[in-house]
């Protein structure tokens, strides 16, 4: 059962432009959500997390929206640059467990 | 920071061979590692959760005597795939984490196993 769902695998923006990956959840028991970059023959790369109390977090070029009554994030990457080209996964956990879930991840592609 | 170095990143070997993967936290202080495991086209599936000195947790499904962990300290924990079968190839993480469920888990690069 996938508890975190990134629909529209891939994603192509021009360089300078938003890119905007989407996340949905099913779980209302996950409190804490996370925003990782995957380039190939890496491992995922931390990039930004909010907790369930904000909906907003900034750091940079990226913002991380959510809204927990439609048990929906996003990821906002502005001005988009040819190094963003990657895989981006969306996870989450609870506070009952240790579990990260992850979605399948959306790939990025920024044209430059 | 939070750099997670994890060895080798490829292994390739015989049938019945038991084989070792490191992961190691360079600049900081793990409170637990994780274990994954990733098929194609699948996301990383949790494996077992390690915290240091006390035994690892598996997921519902791992076999604890197939996949050995040893969380020996802060900074390292090891992963080892004991007589080793074509149905284990696999791609394999770590990760690390500092602290509870609310703090991220900073992940190595993977090793590709590949059994002959």
């Known amino acids: ?13 021009q360089e300078g432009r938003i890119s905007i990956l989407n996340c949905d959840y099913t779980n209302s028991m996950f409190d804490y ?8 023959a890496e491992g995922p790369t931390f990039l930004i997390s909010i907790s369930s109390i904000k909906d907003k977090n900034e750091d940079g070029r990226f913002t991380v929206f ?18 963003d080209s990657a895989v ?3 996870a989450a956990s609870d506070r009952g467990n240790n579990r990260l879930a992850f979605g399948k991840g959306n790939q990025v592609v920024v044209i430059p | 920071g939070a750099v997670v170095s994890q060895h080798p990143s490829r292994v390739i070997c015989k049938s019945g061979t038991s084989v070792k993967i490191e992961c190691r936290s360079l600049d900081f202080q793990a409170t637990t590692m994780f274990w994954y495991r990733q098929f194609p086209k699948q996301s990383l599936m949790l494996m077992a959760t390690s915290n240091e000195g006390s035994k690892a947790t598996y997921e519902q ?3 604890k005597d197939k996949f050995l962990i ?8 090891t992963l080892t795939v004991t007589s080793a079968h074509p ?23 993977g090793t590709r196993l590949s059994i002959l």
């Open chain 1, 33 to 40: 959500f996370l925003w990782y970059k995957k380039y190939p």
């Open chain 1, 66 to 83: 959510l809204n927990k009554s439609a048990k929906h994030l996003s990821l906002h990457i502005v001005p988009s640059q040819p190094g």
């Open chain 1, 88 to 90: 981006y996964f969306c």
């Open chain 2, 70 to 77: 040893n969380h020996a300290s802060l900074t390292l924990s």
């Open chain 1, 1 to 13: 059962d996938q508890q975190v769902k990134q629909n529209s695998p891939s994603l192509s923006v």
């Open chain 2, 61 to 63: 499904g791992v076999e």
């Open chain 2, 87 to 109: 149905e284990d190839s696999s791609f394999y993480i770590c990760s690390a984490r500092v602290g509870s469920h609310n703090q991220p888990q900073h992940f190595g690069d």
